[in-house]
């Protein structure tokens, strides 16, 4: 008989089983290291999308908000509903496909109650309306180059206001953008654009100056909480949540600033308004539904980067347009370019600069502590 044929068992050593762990390591890193490429990939994508949003949002709506005024719009409320009253067009965003999967993978354990919700949306509507009105005032008395100008306070509040709301740590770059941004915006109290489009005396440019600052500090608060709501109440990390936001809070806005369009008794004179608007009647209804429909474009974007990164960051985003508006002011509407709204723009861009050096500088160690 032959022999029996040899079984031989091979044991890995432990040389052989750490280099098999460690290969297994390098591979799942190396998977890790991908998956994160691309969500930074489509993260920046999205900001990108969220900023051009809010920029030709917010340029296009300021613009035409001052030219219903040139024109003949005189109804502060209406110019004010518009700015909140274009939130159906959104709707049809809540049935793309990409969103409602979205939507399914992130359902939250335990969602706030009705009226947890119902509070929220009022408040942050309350804000909302006031806000808009103040700005339509401001609007209504100031050239439009130098409310946006003034309009650049509203960073240094929402900085302010993230410091105790959203642990906003301070360093020194975002402190020299805030100091830069408020003496950008207080050199502008120092004049009085009376040779603009539409002159106006010292005491209702006074009032246009206090109302657009006092809106400013509004709209930061309204982004600080906004930002601590989708921490501490919504918990969801889906575009259905921004979608939410911006229609319940525009909707509670609707309701309180018809409440004020009636009560005031501004309603009556609308047809009037429009029979006399310069341009004509149709101009007079598209310059009112492309303002209504520019200031939900900015809300995607405001409340899109409010949820990517932070309201600090959506705000700061927001004075970009700050060269954009008075160019195209300059041009359009012939308002004087002073030295001091050169050197007041001038500042805001450089705190802008400041507070964007300061998001790269943490982006990079970010980066580098993962390595």
Avoid at 192 to 205: E, Q
Avoid at 343 to 354: E, K, Q
């Amino acid at each position: 008989m032959g022999e029996a044929p040899e079984i031989q068992l091979q044991v890995p050593s432990e040389d052989e089983k750490l280099n098999e762990d460690s290969v297994e390591q390098q591979t799942n890193g190396n998977q890790s290291t991908t998956i994160t490429q691309q969500r930074t990939y489509k993260w920046w994508l999205l900001m990108t999308i969220y900023t051009f949003f809010l920029l030709s949002g917010q340029s296009v709506a300021t613009l035409l908000g001052r030219l219903y005024y040139d024109k003949g719009g005189n109804s502060k409320w209406l110019a004010t509903i518009v700015q909140v009253v274009g939130f159906p067009i959104l709707i049809p965003l809540y049935y793309l496909p990409s969103y409602k999967s979205s939507h399914t993978s992130n359902i939250t354990t335990n969602p706030p109650s009705l009226l947890v919700l119902s509070g929220m949306y009022f408040g942050l509507g309350l804000l909302l309306a006031a806000g808009c009105l103040l700005y339509s005032v401001g609007l209504l008395y100031l050239p439009v180059s130098t409310y946006s100008l003034i309009c650049a306070s509203q960073l240094a509040f929402n900085a302010l206001f993230s410091f105790f709301f959203n642990s906003q740590k301070f360093t020194p770059f975002i402190i020299n953008s805030l100091v830069l941004l408020t003496i950008s915006s207080t050199l502008l109290v120092f004049q009085n654009d009376s040779s603009g489009s539409t002159p106006v005396p010292r005491a209702k440019y006074v009032i246009g100056f206090v109302c657009t600052v006092v809106a400013s500090a509004g709209y930061g608060l309204m982004l600080s909480l906004t930002q601590l709501c989708f921490q501490k109440i919504l918990k969801k990390q889906t575009f259905k949540a921004v979608l939410d936001m911006i229609i319940y809070q525009s909707s509670a806005a609707t309701l309180m600033i018809s409440v004020g369009l009636f009560a005031s008794g501004e309603w009556k004179s609308l047809g009037e308004e429009m029979e006399g608007f310069k341009l004509g009647k149709l101009a007079y209804v598209n310059v009112l539904v492309w303002i209504a429909v520019g200031w939900q474009v900015f809300s995607i974007g405001a409340v899109g980067l409010i949820f990517e990164a932070s309201s600090l960051f959506s705000n700061v985003i927001s004075t970009l347009g700050l060269p954009i508006v008075p160019v195209f002011a300059m041009v359009f509407f012939h308002d004087p370019m002073t030295g001091v709204k050169v050197i007041s723009m001038l500042l805001a861009i450089w705190g802008f600069v400041s507070y964007v050096y300061q998001h790269y500088l943490d982006d990079r160690n970010s980066d580098t502590g993962k390595l």
